[in-house]
């Protein structure tokens, strides 16, 4: 997350017109291509099959100032930061991803998984000591005021933690809920690492439950303006409590989630989900249960699921904060929208697989929704990330042949190691920064933030970040998405009308 701005920028105004004839989109090459860029989001020392070769090792010293290991992991986004808080929701969205679609996925399920590892292990080093989680490394301001590759950076790597002096239920509870998750990724084919990372779970989420407080009050210099938790920590424990119910099925877990459904807000914000509101997330994720027959102990989370996806199916919806654009994008106003875009179609397709299992339909008022036409409003979305869009744009770099250039990204922006070996420096960056000139590395697979208004424009401008910076968490959902489409990409395949 970045809060640079210059005034420099090209406009591309989108044709009144959306294109007359959609694309025949190969979501197996998509797929690939949102998990290699990953790999240009890596921290730490680079492994001997790091494919994305204008990457080198960075940051091998994170943590020794604390005398701890917290090397590894990723790069949120366009800059040299490790938050903790999007690197864990980004881990709990990929691993959900792998346990609903991964046979979707083909040869690609393996490097997802080694996606997902790569978040693991760094998350496990994170929690080593009990009652602490080190959710931060660096200076946020003092690296957003550089332009420098990750591999130059000379900022401060200062860490930072919350404990039970300084809470952060909400950052510990998504930790918890991204190692339960991974752990149910890695059962069968690793039992011992997912025992690992579900007996860490167990521990983080009791931290986070017994200490309770925000990140933001006990970091707020720190974390904010970047990764500020307004919402609250609530959602986060109701949230991590989910995922240790999947992954270890406790009936402690269960009764924890049933005792707090009212004290924590499980119908609060129902509309929302991403890394800052879980809110939507816990009511698809729990309803699961009820759709396969299995509990319904929690019909209201069904409930609340429905009315839930009743917000974003179009011609039905009439949510003040739910608009489509002319040429069919999902919008809602605020920066990154692609963020929502990915997120909340994910939940379309995972909660559209539940009512197919049970035969099952949404009620929207008069109108019922079934599970085909989920499926259709996120292919809808998917296939305007790859391109069916009133500009013809993929906004994902590296799929088709006009995609963004000029993404906000320091280390796609700036020549590469190889090109360039001498050290580059905070301030000599911003040469780089300013050059309207393309990138000279390519991000492949960095889905950016996209058209943040209405009109469907975007400006392939490396200054306006809020449009043309990739997040971690922008292709955490594609994962799920374009497993499924890449195996069932014909409506005629989905037999749940």
């Known amino acids: 997350m970045a809060f640079w701005l210059f005034p420099l920028f090209l406009l591309v105004l989108a044709s009144p017109f959306p294109p007359s004839l959609a694309v025949i989109h190969d979501y197996g090459d998509a797929l690939h291509k949102s998990i290699l860029f990953f790999e240009g989001q890596r921290s730490g020392k680079l492994p001997a099959d790091q494919r994305l070769a204008w990457r080198r090792d960075s940051a091998l010293h994170d943590g020794s100032t604390e005398g701890v290991d917290l090397t590894g992991g990723y790069y949120d986004a366009g800059d040299n930061i490790k938050f903790g808080f999007p690197m864990a929701f980004t881990t709990t969205l990929m691993s959900w991803s792998i346990i609903d679609f991964g046979k979707s996925m083909g040869p690609h399920q393996e490097e997802a998984k080694r996606a997902v590892r790569w978040a693991t292990d760094y998350l496990l080093k994170a929690t080593a000591k009990p009652d602490v989680v080190y959710v931060q490394v660096g200076d946020a301001f003092r690296d957003h005021a550089c332009w420098e590759r990750p591999e130059d950076m000379d900022t401060p790597r200062t860490v930072y933690k919350v404990d039970p002096s300084h809470p952060g239920s909400d950052v510990a509870a998504e930790t918890a809920a991204a190692l339960a998750a991974a752990s149910i990724v890695f ?31 006990s970091l707020p210099n720190v974390v904010c303006p970047f990764y500020c938790d307004v919402s609250g920590y609530q959602d986060e424990l109701l949230w ?49 249960e009820v759709l396969m027959g299995k509990d319904e102990y929690f019909e209201s989370f069904r409930a609340n699921a429905d009315n839930f996806i009743c917000t974003l199916l179009p011609g039905i919806s009439n949510h003040p904060q739910i608009q489509y654009s002319p040429g069919g994008l999902l919008f809602k106003v605020g920066g990154s929208n692609m963020q929502h875009v990915t997120s909340l179609s994910f939940l379309l397709l995972a909660y559209s697989n539940y009512l197919s299992h049970a035969n099952g339909h949404v009620q929207c008022g008069t109108s019922a929704a079934s599970p085909a036409q989920l499926k259709r409003v996120a292919k809808r979305q998917v296939d305007y990330i790859l391109g069916d869009n009133p500009l013809g744009m993929s906004y994902m770099v590296g799929y088709g042949s006009h995609y963004p250039r000029r993404i906000h990204h320091r280390g796609s922006s700036i020549p590469s190691m190889a090109a360039h070996p001498a050290h580059i420096s905070c301030k000599e960056g911003t040469s780089y920064y300013m050059n309207p000139n393309p990138n000279p ?53 989905w037999n749940d009308d």
């Open 187 to 217: 059962r069968s084919s690793d039992p011992g690492y997912s025992q690992l990372l579900l007996d860490r779970a167990v521990r983080v989420f009791e931290f986070a439950d017994r200490h309770r407080g925000p990140y933001s009050s």
């Open 240 to 288: 991590g409590a989910a995922w240790l119910h999947k992954a270890s099925r406790r009936r402690e877990y269960r009764e924890y989630i049933k005792k707090n459904e009212v004290v924590l807000g499980a119908s609060e914000n129902a509309n929302e989900f991403g890394w800052e509101n879980k809110h939507a997330g816990i009511n698809v994720l729990i309803s699961k």
């Open 441 to 493: 590395n390519v991000l492949i697979g960095a889905v950016v933030g996209g058209p943040t208004n209405i009109s469907d424009a975007f400006p392939d401008a490396r200054p306006i970040f809020q449009q043309s910076e990739p997040t971690t968490y922008i292709n955490a959902p594609l994962f799920g998405l374009l497993g499924y489409f890449s195996a069932h990409p014909n409506p005629s395949d």
